[in-house]
Nanobody, 123 residues
Framework: QVQLVESGGGLVQAGGSLRLSCAAS????????MGWYRQAPGKQRELVAT???????NYAQSVKGRFTISRDNAKNTGYLQLNSLKPEDTAVYYC?????????????????WGQGTQVTVSE
């Protein structure tokens, strides 16, 4: 089992920045890739970024160039840096991990989810 705890969400004005963190505990050696999803009210959950164990990253087109995913394997912690935030980025952001050694951005299936952290971007 892996437990994930997100932090760093909050209220920010458009154009601002936030840094989300995801602390993993438990069977962390089983983790391969990490991904961040978001879900806005009334909308489908969206995968926004993934990072593999070797540091390879992928992003949704909607956040490319503004968001940066990273991880510190020694600390069992992942991060999502959100820059140039827009009101449409308002959502609950979820940290996820997969044990799968084979995945793609379009074929990423999490094994574990965090509880989510709210990001609200005002005009």
């Amino acid at each position: 089992q892996v437990q994930l705890v997100e932090s760093g969400g909050g209220l920010v004005q458009a154009g601002g920045s936030l840094r989300l963190s995801c602390a993993a505990s438990g069977s962390t050696r089983s983790i391969n890739a990490m991904g961040w999803y978001r879900q806005a009210p009334g909308k489908q959950r969206e995968l926004v970024a993934t990072i593999g164990s070797g540091g390879n990253t992928n992003y949704a087109q909607s956040v490319k160039g503004r968001f940066t995913i990273s991880r510190d394997n020694a600390k069992n912690t992942g991060y999502l840096q959100l820059n140039s935030l827009k009101p449409e980025d308002t959502a609950v952001y979820y940290c996820t991990v997969t044990r799968s050694l084979s995945y793609s951005f379009g074929g990423y299936y999490p094994d574990y989810w965090g509880q989510g952290t709210q990001v609200t971007v005002s005009e």
